[in-house]
């Protein structure tokens, strides 16, 4: 019997860029006191995710040449960062609650390290070995939600609370009709990860925290991220979090970012957000010429049918088409509308 877990895995094994992250893990807290992970032990923890697959919750080593590894997402960290985010991820704790199997009512408090074990190499080259505890991976086997997370997107973000962020969304927003979620302020602050005793006041969690992770997720994700403080009082003790899917065009404008440098990121993010709050959004024109570093090249790239024709022969036959049909070349629909008739292309001979 395929479980939910391994199917789950198992269709997003030959994805390259799709990361997968348990429901179960991703709405843990983490306790007022304990450590909380860094941004490279995250990333380096959804690589090994990745790379167990479907064994994610089996009882077994999992190996990795360190070359791989490396060059997956981590291969900019020195070797002493990359040895201690292991490190950090032996020694960071995962609490599951479970009824007690004595006493009926009571709960049962079950802690372990995210890594049972790990094996490498002194010299930094050959395998890495390592094994899931016995707790987490009862949480992999017992989760029946799972994230879908962008292996680049993840890579790219460059604060914790940003990931943490985007990985508490990215659980949500494939949800059927909901938007939205209200989470207690103290709550907010833990699944951020936000270290006891520091941004104590709500001006804090909201410059240095929410909003710098707010505009970093809808920077490089895939959905739109928004936030509105609730009060009780004069007091902010709630926080509703909000979410929608991008459309076409943000979506292969968020493409383009992660497929370009990450010099200047910083500075275009910001001029995006300018931008947005400042001047009207221009409606999309098809061009005249060709369309290959456009964001209707990646919409080409995304639609036709595999092996893709020329993108410049299929935009001029969709010109042709769009003319003849009275179909606009301009405004909110002429991506959807292309979109379409990159559908119905025939594969390149």
Same mark, same amino acid.
């Given at each position: 019997?395929?479980?939910?877990?391994?199917?789950?895995?198992?269709?997003?094994?030959?994805?390259?860029?799709?990361?997968?992250?348990?429901? &179960?893990? =991703?709405?843990?807290?983490?306790?007022?006191?304990?450590?909380?992970?860094?941004?490279?032990?995250?990333?380096?923890?959804?690589?090994?995710?990745?790379?167990?697959?479907?064994?994610?919750?089996?009882?077994?080593?999992?190996?990795?040449?360190?070359?791989?590894? +490396?060059?997956?997402?981590?291969?900019?960290?020195?070797?002493?960062?990359?040895?201690?985010?292991?490190?950090?991820?032996?020694?960071?704790?995962?609490?599951?609650?479970?009824? @007690?199997?004595?006493?009926?009512? &009571? *709960?049962?408090?079950?802690?372990?390290?995210?890594?049972?074990?790990?094996?490498?190499?002194?010299?930094?080259?050959?395998?890495?070995?390592?094994?899931?505890?016995?707790?987490?991976?009862?949480?992999?086997?017992?989760?029946?939600?799972?994230?879908?997370? @962008?292996?680049?997107?993840?890579?790219? #973000?460059?604060?914790?609370? @940003?990931?943490?962020? +985007?990985?508490?969304?990215?659980?949500?927003?494939?949800?059927?009709?909901? *938007?939205?979620?209200?989470?207690?302020?103290?709550?907010?602050?833990?699944?951020?990860?936000?270290?006891?005793?520091?941004?104590?006041?709500?001006?804090?969690?909201?410059?240095?925290?929410?909003?710098?992770?707010?505009?970093?997720?809808?920077?490089?994700?895939? #959905?739109?991220?928004? +936030?509105?403080?609730?009060?009780?009082?004069?007091?902010?003790?709630?926080?509703?979090?909000?979410?929608? =899917?991008? @459309?076409?065009?943000?979506?292969?404008? *968020?493409?383009?970012?992660?497929?370009?440098?990450?010099?200047?990121?910083?500075?275009?993010?910001?001029?995006?957000?300018?931008?947005?709050?400042?001047?009207?959004?221009?409606?999309?024109? #098809?061009?005249?010429?060709?369309?290959? +570093?456009?964001?209707?090249?990646?919409?080409?790239?995304?639609?036709?049918?595999?092996?893709?024709?020329?993108?410049?022969?299929?935009?001029?036959?969709?010109?042709?088409?769009?003319?003849?049909?009275?179909?606009?070349?301009?405004?909110?629909?002429?991506?959807? =509308?292309?979109?379409? #008739?990159?559908? *119905?292309?025939?594969?390149?001979?």
């Amino acid at each position: 019997m395929v479980t939910p877990t391994k199917q789950a895995l198992a269709d997003r094994a030959d994805r390259p860029d799709e990361l997968v992250a348990s429901g &179960r893990q =991703i709405d843990m807290v983490f306790r007022p006191g304990q450590r909380v992970l860094s941004l490279r032990a995250s990333k380096l923890w959804h690589l090994l995710v990745k790379e167990a697959g479907a064994d994610l919750a089996a009882a077994k080593d999992h190996r990795m040449a360190l070359a791989d590894l +490396y060059g997956s997402g981590i291969g900019h960290m020195t070797l002493a960062e990359r040895i201690d985010a292991l490190r950090e991820l032996q020694t960071t704790l995962i609490e599951v609650r479970v009824p @007690s199997p004595k006493v009926k009512g &009571r *709960t049962r408090v079950i802690s372990e390290a995210m890594l049972a074990r790990v094996e490498r190499d002194e010299d930094d080259r050959g395998d890495l070995v390592w094994r899931f505890g016995e707790t987490l991976r009862r949480v992999f086997a017992d989760s029946e939600h799972w994230a879908v997370l @962008s292996k680049r997107a993840v890579m790219a #973000f460059e604060s914790r609370y @940003s990931l943490r962020l +985007y990985e508490l969304l990215a659980l949500r927003s494939g949800l059927d009709r909901k *938007t939205a979620e209200i989470f207690p302020l103290e709550d907010l602050r833990s699944r951020l990860g936000i270290p006891v005793g520091k941004l104590v006041r709500w001006q804090d969690v909201k410059a240095q925290a929410l909003e710098p992770a707010i505009a970093e997720v809808n920077h490089l994700a895939g #959905f739109h991220a928004s +936030y509105e403080p609730i009060k009780r009082g004069r007091a902010i003790t709630s926080v509703r979090l909000s979410w929608e =899917i991008k @459309s076409g065009a943000a979506r292969a404008a *968020t493409k383009r970012e992660l497929d370009g440098s990450k010099v200047g990121r910083k500075a275009r993010r910001e001029n995006v957000v300018e931008r947005i709050d400042e001047t009207p959004i221009v409606p999309f024109e #098809f061009p005249d010429g060709s369309i290959r +570093y456009s964001a209707f090249a990646e919409i080409a790239r995304a639609t036709l049918p595999p092996p893709a024709r020329d993108l410049d022969a299929v935009a001029h036959d969709f010109r042709r088409w769009a003319k003849a049909g009275g179909k606009p070349l301009s405004g909110p629909k002429v991506i959807e =509308i292309f979109a379409g #008739f990159c559908k *119905t292309q025939k594969a390149a001979s």
